[in-house]
């Protein structure tokens, strides 16, 4: 079973997993999909990160997120007159894309752990298909080319590619994407270090150079993802895995460990929701001023997960007061999918390009869109993520998966900024510790705590289906409550499979996007 945020994506792992392939390779085929068929929320110069659970083996984790170009100096936005990396165009686009040696590491382990071999034209070919022939215009790419079309139009390659004849584009309009399907038969047929390493490489820093990034062929040429172990907790005899910094994945481990230690009423009340709410504030203020590149870090995630810490930022929480919020992280454009095969080999995987269409530059030759994580720098040399030449971004994304204590394996996740952990732990929570059905769990009302999708508000946005004693209770207890409409796609994208010893596969996707869960 695949699950992804638009249904073609989903379609096609299916595709790969009824021709024989296996967990990984399924995913990539639907990774490069959504890359063509949600192009505003990711794409292939974009970053990712993957967890991998062989039926047999630990799990596996996999960093494709770039660093800053070589040239990518304080000294080199300073001396143009900035004080602040630009949030949209050429000098946005200024960390390398990770997210295609990503899938090149992640079809290693595919072959040297779990005997894959499916040819890698074939991984390309729905992708390719869709690019070429077109697909209709899903509500939110139309309504996020129409809400940032100001900021974007003028933007290198943007009109060309993301336009109708210079127009926003519209719902349910056929759209091809002609030069991103050459790009990525290329890469079938090339081999997916051409995007690093070769003639398509040579291409990519040409247009990259010419539309004024700072990103070039060698900053390209010495990059690779990297296989690494993930984070992990032990929760109530499940293991939870996320991904390390630069990512929050230890915001979202945080999260569920800290509301761990706090009572645990039945979902959707007060007391659940206050709970969850107080817990993401005391991880967010530890990822606020710890997490950054691991090379730069002054303190051990794992010490920073330590019992005796837990206990303690737990330990300040009023379960009838709401703590003082400050401001929040920026926002975030993502997608999440997960895989499970016949032989249990589970995937969690999230890629993105940071903002709605990253930082709207297209490369004409390759169609391919930049993104601008690069932005979460500062240009503060006092700052916690001070912008240097090779060094790694914040990453608010992160997949998530755990190993329950009954045997079965659960791959879950969302995009959304902010709202990424805080969505990780209504999931994990209504599942685990009390037993709701899948889908039951990720169309339940969701809240979010913080900026996403550039809202500047920090308030407690939350969905009106909640019992209006509940929000009413939540606003006597202190919380900035900010009542939004029924499934708010801010809310995030979430999707999750359960897989269990039997062999079954449960998968469920969210409401709030044009995903599906395809199984065999």
């Known amino acids: ?71 990518a100096s304080s000294d080199f936005y300073t001396g143009q007159g900035l004080t602040e990396i630009p949030k949209r165009g050429p000098l946005a686009a200024l960390t390398i894309a990770g997210t295609v040696s990503g899938w090149a590491k992640a079809l290693e382990v595919s072959q040297t752990k779990l005997g894959g071999g ?29 809400q940032k079309f100001p900021e974007l139009k003028d933007q290198p390659g943007f009109a060309q590619h993301f336009t109708d004849h210079g127009a926003p584009l519209t719902e349910g309009r056929k759209f091809s994407l002609p030069a991103l399907a050459g790009t990525l038969r290329r890469l079938g047929e090339e081999g997916l270090d051409s995007f690093y390493r070769g003639a398509l490489a040579r291409d990519i820093a040409a247009d990259l150079q010419a539309a004024g990034s700072p990103v070039t062929l060698s900053d390209l040429e010495t990059y690779s993802a990297k296989v690494l172990p993930p984070l992990s907790i032990n929760r109530n005899g499940a293991v939870i895995y996320n991904m390390p910094p630069p990512t929050q994945g230890l915001a979202s481990l945080l999260l569920l460990a800290i509301q761990n230690q706090l009572p645990k009423p ?27 590149d691991p090379a730069h870090m002054g303190a051990d995630p794992m010490q920073l997960l330590s019992e005796t810490n837990i206990e303690a930022l737990a330990k300040p929480i009023l379960m009838d007061t709401a703590a003082p919020w400050p401001d929040a992280s920026p926002k975030g454009d993502t997608v999440w999918l997960g895989a499970v095969d016949k032989d249990g080999t589970a995937v969690s995987f999230i890629q993105s390009i940071y903002w709605e269409f990253g930082s709207g530059v297209v490369l004409p030759q390759t169609g391919i869109a930049w993104q601008n994580r690069g932005v979460s720098f500062s240009l503060d040399p006092a700052a916690v993520n001070p912008l240097q030449p090779g060094r790694y971004p914040f990453h608010t994304i992160q997949p998530a998966m755990a190993e329950l204590p009954d045997g079965r394996v659960f791959p879950y996740g969302t995009m959304g900024g ?9 999931v994990y929570t209504r599942v685990v510790d009390h037993g709701m059905d899948l889908q039951e769990a990720i169309s339940a009302p969701r809240w979010l705590l913080g900026r996403t999708w550039g809202d500047t508000t920090t308030s407690l946005r939350i969905e009106n289906r909640f019992d209006p004693t509940v929000i009413e209770a939540l606003r006597k207890a202190g919380h900035a409550i900010d009542p939004v409409g029924p499934f708010e796609e801010v809310m995030g994208h979430a999707g999750a499979l359960l897989w269990h010893p039997t062999g079954l596969i449960e998968g469920a996707s969210d409401p709030r996007c044009d995903g599906s869960a395809a199984g065999l």
């Open 418 to 426: 902010e709202g990424q952990p805080q969505t990780q732990a209504m």
């Open 118 to 146: 499916m040819a890698l034209p074939r991984l390309m070919e729905d992708a390719a298909f869709h690019a070429e022939n077109g697909f209709p215009v899903p509500e939110t790419l139309a309504r996020n080319c129409a």
């Open 1 to 71: 079973m695949v699950v992804a945020p638009h249904h073609l994506a989903a379609e096609a792992g299916r595709r790969v997993l009824r021709d024989g392939g296996n967990a990984v390779e399924a995913m990539v085929a639907a990774a490069s999909t959504i890359a063509v068929v949600y192009p505003h929320m990711n794409a292939l110069g974009g970053d990712g990160f993957w967890l991998i659970r062989p039926k047999d083996g630990p799990v596996v984790g996999i960093a494709a997120s770039g660093p800053a170009a070589k040239a």
């Open 266 to 292: 039945a979902p959707e009340t007060f007391d659940y929701v206050h709970g969850l709410v107080e817990a993401t504030k005391a991880a967010f203020r530890v990822r606020d001023s710890k997490v950054t």
